[in-house]
């Protein structure tokens, strides 16, 4: 019989149930009739335990030097990854509660602490003030953290999402808490406990729950001092609402609808194939950065769809915890209507439409939150399917003839995350790239197998407001400091 997962709050120091004892049910995405855990239906009360805790514990937390934070989330990064049985467990339930495959699940868990090392990593060049010497003034521009951080996950990505948010609002000095998604919140949790099991009472909390119950008590919080926020853009226009009320600054990541441009003279390899399907379908196609509309010089369109086609109908579609799947399930039923909706639409308008992939399983292909993967050849700009974004295993491809073309078309969207140009002409792609209205700018890659956290990541636009990752990724936890005396004060 397969194992029911049970995951609690975390509020100040200790594992808790909800205050009224409630819970909620998470199913199995590839099986949606089987149960996989029960997780804590966390109340505005609960709400306000954690942020009160991790207002409390904040004046200690941002007393220890950076050096002392940066030990501290070392040896966090190393407890996430030394018991390789919790591990593979943990990974399993995720597989079971997302529907990703289990490959994807290892990574995200190595990338969450791999994150914690780079933030620890900035210490030094955190610890450094800006000294500016004048006429009349001498003055030390420094940093400070800002409080209570409230930290709000997604559920396509939320441990690689986690740890673009947490080690680093810890590093700069701030306490948390976070809300998962209640649509992945078991493995989260779980290791969201072993995370906060190894820092003092209050520093990190959490609390799980339905966002329409739960999410402005944290948003709207006046102990709240800074929100970072992953999400779509309906639900990123009302956080910034909620945190205006308190003037709370914000950092909203809202999704994209990014642009891969292949021009004329793009290494069309086998491997070049693998990496733009990747970058389309990797996690079925529900990740913010995906790609999302493909264009393509005309010269090269003809072998261009033959050659992704061909990888695309390879692959295998079925449950995640399956060694030979090479894509599950999506996450929840109405992502799936939102992309079949899309597919139908551009079927009934006159594209063409492949729909590929070996499906081993049909009886659990029906049963589940499936969609083969598909391409829209030749797509009409007007479609949905290339006007909004997707989150989903579809990509349409469409044809340009000049660069300048090519640019107008990327950028006529709401969107502006990331972008990828592919050519063997280093030098054009980037001039191309600077032209592209995005945050985030691929050369013959794209996505998050080519992304190593090191460079400030978010979008223009619809996509957001700040950024996350790098050293910026930090700062953007604190706000600046000035302090200032008379000329000849600094040594």
Partial sequence: MTEIIETHLYIDGAACRASDGGTYEIHNPARPSELVGHAAAGTADDMDRAVRAAHSAFPAWAALSYVERADILRKVAAALTEDTAAVEARARIFTREHGKILRETHLEISRLGERFVQSA??????????IIRATRNDTIVTRQPRGVAALVVPWNWPLAILGAKLPQALMAGNTAVVKPSANSALAPTLSLHRIAELLPPGVVNIVTGSASRIGDALIGHPLVRFVNFTGSVDVGRHVMKVAAENITPVTLELGGNDAGLVLSDADLSPQTFENLYRAAFMSTGQICYALKRLYVHRSRFDELVDGL???????????????????????????????????????????????????????????????????????????????????????????????????????????????SVWSTDTGRAIALARRIEAGYSFINAHGPSANDGLAPFGGFKKSGIGRNFGYEGVTQFQGFHAIAGASGLLA
């Fill in 121 to 130: 990593d900035y210490a030094e060049r955190l610890a450094q003030d800006e």
């Fill in 309 to 419: 086609r061909a990888v695309v109908d390879a692959q295998v579609v079925g449950d995640g915890l399956l060694p030979e799947t090479t894509m599950g399930p999506m996450n929840n039923a109405r992502q799936l209507r939102t992309v079949t909706g899309m597919i139908d639409e551009a079927r009934a308008r006159g594209a063409n439409v492949l729909e590929l992939g070996q499906v081993p399983d049909t009886e659990l292909y029906a049963q589940g939150y499936f969609q083969r993967p598909a391409l829209v050849i030749g797509a009409d700009p007007a479609l949905s399917v290339v006007r909004e974004e997707q989150f989903g295993p579809v990509l349409p491809i469409l044809s340009f003839d000049s660069e300048d073309e090519a640019v107008a078309m990327a950028n006529d969207d709401q969107f502006g995350l990331a972008s």
